[in-house]
């Protein structure tokens, strides 16, 4: 069974950092693009950054230069450092990627980790 599994989430106070893992596990063939996407309450999931397998990046424009999004393909896992974060990046923080099983190719998203930011 494929799988995604989050840790590092937590309660931080602002301009505090963090760092995201997501590590994936199964039988994988392959793994394509990777990504974090956030979901506030009442709000819609957005995508946080995502890297190709190749290492080329985008994010969104709310947290250029705060986050930094990185893979170690040989641990099948990827990174989200969150530094000088603000109450307006509390949301869970969900893990994606694109992976190729016996299957095929499908996108999996992990269970989710809480980012609360708060004083």
């Known amino acids: 069974q494929v799988q995604l599994v989050e840790s590092g989430g937590g309660l931080v106070q602002p301009g505090g950092s963090l760092r995201l893992s997501c590590a994936a596990s199964?039988?994988?063939?392959?793994?394509?693009?990777m990504g974090w996407y956030r979901q506030a309450p009442g709000k819609q999931r957005e995508l946080v950054a995502a890297?190709?397998?190749?290492?080329?990046?985008n994010y969104a424009d709310s947290v250029k230069g705060r986050f930094t999004i990185s893979r170690d393909n040989a641990k099948n896992t990827v990174y989200l450092q969150l530094n000088s974060l603000k109450p307006e990046d509390t949301a869970v923080y969900y893990c994606?990627?694109?992976?190729?099983?016996?299957?095929?190719?499908?996108?999996?998203w992990g269970q989710g980790t809480q980012v609360t930011v708060s004083s």
């Open positions: 890297i190709t397998s190749d290492g080329s990046t």
């Open positions: 199964g039988n994988i063939l392959g793994i394509n693009a």
């Open positions: 994606n990627a694109d992976m190729e099983t016996w299957l095929g190719v499908s996108a999996y």
